[in-house]
Nanobody, 113 residues
Framework: VQLQASGGGLVQSGGSLRLSCAAS????????MGWYRQAPGRQRELVAI???????VYADSVKGRFTISRVNARNTVYLQMNSLKPEDTAVYYC????????WGRGTLVTVSS
C-alpha cells in the first residue's frame, strides 16, 4: 500500500492550501488518519489526526487554522490549512494507523513572509 500526498506548494503568509492523501488500495481496520510535519532541523511533529469515528486532535500551533477530514470509503484524508504562517513551512506527511502504520512520502509546504 502506498500513500500519495498532494497539494503542497508555495503560498504567501495568510494564504491557504489543501493537502490530500489517498491510499493506493483499501486498508482494513483503520484506526486513525493524520498529518505530521517536519521542518528543517526539527523533529517530525503531529499536526492533526482524525479517528474512524471522526474525533480530532490538533497541535496547539494549528488549532483554529487547520481542519482535518477524511472519506473512509476512499481511504483519503485531507488537511485544509488557512491563515498560513511562515512557521508552518515544512514537509507534511500523511499517516494511516491500522493493523500497521503507513506513511506517505511527504509534500512540501512553503509559506513566504
Amino acid at each position: 500500500v502506498q500513500l500519495q500526498a498532494s497539494g503542497g506548494g508555495l503560498v504567501q503568509s495568510g494564504g491557504s492550501l489543501r493537502l490530500s492523501c489517498a491510499a493506493s488500495r483499501n486498508i482494513l481496520s483503520i484506526h486513525t488518519m493524520g498529518w505530521y510535519r517536519q521542518a528543517p532541523g526539527r523533529q517530525r511533529e503531529l499536526v492533526a489526526i482524525i479517528s474512524n469515528l471522526g474525533s480530532t486532535v490538533y497541535a496547539d500551533s494549528v488549532k483554529g487554522r487547520f481542519t482535518i477530514s477524511r472519506v473512509n470509503a476512499r481511504n483519503t484524508v485531507y488537511l485544509q490549512m488557512n491563515s498560513l504562517k511562515p512557521e508552518d513551512t515544512a514537509v507534511y506527511y500523511c499517516n494511516i494507523y491500522a493493523t500497521r502504520t503507513f506513511w506517505g512520502r511527504g509534500t512540501l509546504v512553503t509559506v513566504s513572509s
